[in-house]
């Protein structure tokens, strides 16, 4: 069974940092190269956050995020993080971490989802 488990949310003033984690099964990379993590606010549209290559690691930030957040993963525990720096309450959502088999960052192409962990800041 292919799966995505996050973790690492919580409740944390602006400014703050968080580090998610997304811990995949191993046979997950059978077919999937890409993950990525997107984030959803109530009554928003699902949004693209960054995105790694599993191999060779290349990595992708929406500009919302760049700078701030460092994506980055860990094959030898099938994992993959979120390093969140200088939150914003505007950063406040549940945050999914997915699979794709395309190099793509929209939501449509990533076919295996996690469960998702919510990030909540306060001003």
């Known amino acids: 069974q292919v799966t995505l488990v996050e973790s690492g949310g919580g409740l944390v003033q602006a400014g703050a940092s968080l580090r998610l984690s997304c811990v995949a099964s191993?046979?997950?990379?059978?077919?999937?190269?890409?993950l990525a993590w997107f984030r959803q606010a109530p009554g928003k549209d699902r949004e693209f956050v960054a995105a790694v290559n599993w191999i060779g690691g290349i990595t992708r930030y929406a500009a919302a995020v760049e700078g701030r957040f460092t994506i980055s993963r860990d094959n030898a525990k099938n994992t993959m993080y979120l390093q969140m720096s200088s939150l914003k309450p505007e950063d406040t959502a549940g945050y999914l971490c997915?699979?794709?088999?395309?190099?793509?960052?929209?939501?449509?192409?990533?076919?295996?989802w996690g469960q998702g962990t919510q990030v909540t800041v306060s001003s």
């Open positions: 191993a046979l997950l990379f059978n077919k999937y190269a890409r």
């Open positions: 997915a699979a794709s088999r395309f190099q793509t960052d929209e939501a449509k192409w990533y076919d295996i």
